[in-house]
């Protein structure tokens, strides 16, 4: 069972209220995290394998710099306990994050069909499909908003997302 926390603040970074989010979802168990933030019109990514205070000890998790974070505890379904497939995981452009908990039943139908169109994956999980569907449709000349309702019309399963 994974953790999902997302936070947009009026003041301050995101970064440390994601990591405290993060260490309160650690019952939950799990094999790796990580977190994004949005800052200067990028997506910046920390994660890795391993408890969040060995993750954090490498990576100094709570310094990523924004007031828009998401954060992610693992708990393996659909690829290995990996780096890169812990989350949260970006489209090709690196300007799309997503951390997911659920499963999203069709993920292979949708891999494919990405991958058809030209999209590469870095990952072996499931919610990797999110960020590139997200992707796709902005490139048809969506906004944002509207490629992430289109996105998850696509999708098939049980499953809460974060979206940056």
């Not at 926390?5 to 168990?29: H, I, M, N, Q, T």
């Not at 310094?63 to 497939?85: C, E, V």
């Not at 908990?101 to 590469?120: D, Q, V």
């Not at 919610?127 to 944002?144: D, N």
């Amino acid at each position: 069972m994974c953790g999902i926390f997302g936070c947009a603040l009026r003041d301050g970074e995101a970064a440390p209220l994601v990591l405290s989010a993060l260490k309160r979802l650690e019952y939950r168990g799990y094999d790796s995290c990580g977190e994004a933030t949005v800052f200067d019109g990028r997506i910046l990514v920390k994660k890795g394998v391993g408890k969040i205070d060995e993750v954090h000890a490498k990576l100094r998790l709570d310094d990523l710099p924004g007031r828009i974070g998401m954060g992610h505890t693992r708990w393996a379904t659909h690829g290995a306990p990996t780096q890169a497939n812990a989350h949260p995981h970006t489209d090709c452009t690196g300007r799309i994050a997503v951390v997911h908990n659920g499963i999203i039943e069709n993920f292979a139908e949708l891999r494919a069909e990405l991958e058809a169109k030209g999209h590469k994956f870095k990952s072996k999980t499931d919610t990797e499909v999110v960020p590139h569907l997200v992707e796709e449709f902005m490139a048809q000349g969506m906004g944002f908003v509207e490629a992430v309702a289109a996105a998850a019309r696509r999708l098939r399963g049980s499953f809460a997302l974060v979206i940056a």
